[in-house]
T-cell receptor, first 116, second 116 residues
């Protein structure tokens, strides 16, 4: 079963507008959530993260919101730029004792296209 | 040291052949991960090293797969008797032990394996 779900395979927005990418999870043990961006022929690049004890984290144009009761998080990009066009992956992990892998569970990704 | 390096970038092999991939992590990173990504999916965890010790393996890692990290530096992933289902992008990532706060792996660009 898929523990991290990104139900929108693609999203298209106009330059300057807000992009909102959504992610749902099922495992209540997840305590850290991350967003990665991936360009073709490159590995994923870490974008922003949020701890489960917070409900918002902001870094420049990127803001991640977490709603624990709904097991839902979203990534807001404002304003969107053509260079933001990429596949965005939501990921989650469970904190383990020191030395644990803290492996990430990824969603399937959402392809964002920002049109000039 | 500018990032995680993976070699080769592309590999085409015939079914039944053995292949080996190499990953050079960021030098000060003590953790190293292997993930696999197939078309339309997010990366899936395969295995994890803390220094030279392989501490966790996914059930996705069948007996035909073996990974090593001698001396806690570079790592190799070998697939024996390749099958068409092994065709995927193999991603390596490295990180420091998390001490709290934001974190994220640094991924390499991956090795794309095609089994014909």
């Amino acid at each position: 079963d898929q523990q991290v779900k990104q139900n929108s395979p693609s999203l298209s927005v106009q330059e300057g507008r807000i992009s909102i990418l959504n992610c749902d999870y099922t495992n209540s043990m997840f305590d850290y959530f991350l967003w990665y961006k991936k360009y073709p022929a490159e590995g994923p690049t870490f974008l922003i993260s949020i701890s489960s004890i917070k409900d918002k984290n902001e870094d420049g144009r990127f803001t991640v919101f977490l709603n624990k009761s709904a097991k839902h998080l979203s990534l807001h990009i404002v304003p969107s730029q053509p260079g933001d066009s990429a596949v965005y992956f939501c990921a989650a992990s469970v904190t383990v004792r020191m030395g644990g892998s803290e492996k990430l569970v990824f969603g399937k990704g959402t392809k964002l296209t920002v049109n000039p | 040291d500018t990032g995680v390096s993976q070699d080769p970038r592309h590999k085409i092999t015939k079914r039944g052949q053995n292949v080996t991939f190499r990953c050079d992590p960021i030098s000060e990173h003590n953790r190293l991960y292997w993930y696999r990504q197939t078309l339309g999916q997010g990366p899936e965890f395969l295995t994890y090293f803390q220094n030279e010790a392989q501490l966790e393996k996914s059930r996705l890692l069948s007996d035909r797969f073996s990974a090593e990290r001698p001396k806690g530096s570079f790592s190799t992933l070998e697939i024996q008797r390749t099958e068409q289902g092994d065709s995927a992008m193999y991603l390596c990532a490295s990180s420091l032990t998390r001490t709290g706060g934001d974190y994220g792996y640094t991924f390499g660009s991956g090795t794309r394996l095609t089994v014909v």
